[in-house]
């Protein structure tokens, strides 16, 4: 009987086609099963090529499997999949592999690891980015996981992965949760990406009057330099499609109103439970709630706005000036993912490769872009780098387009556009090279309500100040050690 070198559970789109792109790689016998057999048959029969082996059963499935038995969930995150993950367990022997593909919340998946690893079975959460056709053709893939399961399981997933510089596009990211981990912080920068992408279309249209058809060829130009991107790309095609109904520009017909899946908000938690700051990601996840309040959009009556008339004498300065603004806060939005990786690694105790992540987001996944290969430069000159924008090309890359940053954020407020991922970058960056924040009079307040104590710029330990009117006394306070 032959038996299958992998497998996978779950035959929707992104399972479907997972499977077709294992079955095409040589090498490789992949087995399939679903619960509902329906769809098994008909991936079957659409796609005889393939030689899968088919399953009915779950107990079929695992007997269809070679040793180390490998198999890939694909079903939609939470109960399904660890309904999936008991029936497996159950079934799998030591040193077999279960494999989460699905978006997980990388907790979950360490809660799951803990509980799959005590029977000896190795548990890997693998992020899998590329939407439909990555899945098919190559995809990005961040698993994670023990050094034991990825022996197994690297060169399958390699044979599968997108090629970028002729690499592929898979690495061993760490233990546990850590690949689900990275999948969310790189879905957290794709909304950031998508937003930064969406309020330069909304500036060159409602300042600059562009129409629809006009802003993708300026998107197409934009691509073929510093800004080159999957998402730029496909930005220019929506942008010049018609809608064949109306024969309006189909981006005007589309109800302005953006889902979500909650990996943005995911990226936007953790981050706040880690004290790390990804403003311009947590903009983007606000601004797609803001776009979905309905009620509250349609109950607008007559707002003031008091604004003016952004007046452009050079439109071609104008475009190059929210091009570089858009460029210095995409380097904000993915130096703040990069930042939540490294605080994430820090707290659960990751060996994260920063410059290996980045190498592997250069083919396959949603935010693949030009920009990567300049990240892992960076990285690879110094592993410990403690902001991408601290990198000299990224500190050079910003010098040249902060001043169009400020003209554009400026403007875009003066004359009523709203653009609060470009103006919350901005303001994060100026946070940052400010030599003193207000943060200092936060402190004093806090002390003033609270007691909570303050650090002082010229003495050790920690104080105090009793507040009586207008006369204070310090004091230190005990110290916690």
């Known amino acids: 009987m032959t038996q299958a070198n992998i497998g996978v559970v779950g035959l929707a789109v992104m399972g479907s086609n997972l499977a077709r792109n294992l079955a095409s790689r040589e090498g490789n016998t992949v087995a399939i099963y679903n619960r509902s057999v329906e769809r098994t048959n008909l991936l079957m029969s659409e796609h005889p090529e393939a030689g899968f082996i088919a399953s009915e059963t779950i107990d079929e499935f695992v007997a269809s499997l070679a040793k180390p038995r490998t198999a890939i969930i694909m079903v939609q995150a939470g109960k399904g999949t660890d309904a999936v993950i008991s029936q497996l367990a159950e079934r799998f022997e030591p040193g077999d592999i279960i494999v989460d593909g699905g978006n997980a919340l990388f907790t979950d998946t360490i809660r799951r690891e803990k509980d799959v690893s005590a029977k000896g079975i190795n548990f890997v959460g693998a992020g899998i980015s590329g939407g439909e056709e990555g899945a098919l053709k190559g995809p990005s893939i961040m698993p994670g996981g023990s050094a034991e399961a990825y022996k197994t399981l690297g060169p399958i997933l390699a044979s599968i992965a997108a090629i970028a510089e002729g690499e592929p596009c898979v690495t061993h990211i760490g233990t546990d949760g850590a690949g689900h981990f990275i999948k969310m912080i790189h879905n957290g920068i794709e909304y950031a990406d998508m937003q930064l992408i969406a309020e330069a279309y909304d500036i060159l249209r409602q300042a600059g009057g562009y129409s629809p058809a006009e802003v993708a060829a300026i998107f197409e130009e934009w691509n073929k330099g510093d800004l080159e991107s999957f998402l730029i790309e496909i930005t220019a095609e929506v942008l010049k499609q018609v809608d064949a109904k109306t024969g309006k520009p189909l981006v005007d017909v589309i109800l302005d109103q953006a889902g979500s899946k909650g990996t943005g ?121 403690e902001s991408l924008i601290f990198d000299p090309y990224f500190k050079q890359a910003v010098a040249n387009s902060v001043a169009s940053w400020r003209t554009v954020v400026a403007n875009a407020s003066l004359s009523g556009v709203p653009v609060p991922a470009f103006a919350s970058s901005l303001s994060y960056y100026d946070g940052l090279r400010s030599p003193r924040l207000p943060a200092a009079l936060v402190q004093g307040q806090r002390d003033f309500f609270g007691a909570h104590t303050y650090k002082r710029i010229d003495l050790e330990g920690t104080f105090h100040t009793l507040w009586s009117g207008d006369r204070t006394e310090v004091e230190q306070a005990p110290s916690t050690h």
């Open 265 to 385: 908000v995911w990226t936007v938690q953790t981050a706040l439970n880690l004290g790390t700051p990804v403003s311009g990601i947590a903009e983007a996840v606000f601004a797609r709630s803001l776009s979905s309040q309905a009620s509250q959009r349609a109950a607008v009556d007559g707002l003031p706005a008091d604004a003016t008339t952004w007046n452009i004498t050079d439109r071609a300065a104008f475009v190059e000036d929210v091009r570089r603004a858009l460029y210095a806060s995409k380097l904000v939005a993915y130096s703040q993912g990069f930042d939540a990786i490294r605080a994430g690694a820090k707290e659960y105790n990751w060996q994260i490769d920063l410059g290996a992540v980045s190498k592997i987001w250069r083919g396959g996944c949603i935010i693949r872009a030009q920009f990567l290969n300049r990240i892992a430069d960076a990285y690879k000159t110094n592993a410990n780098l």
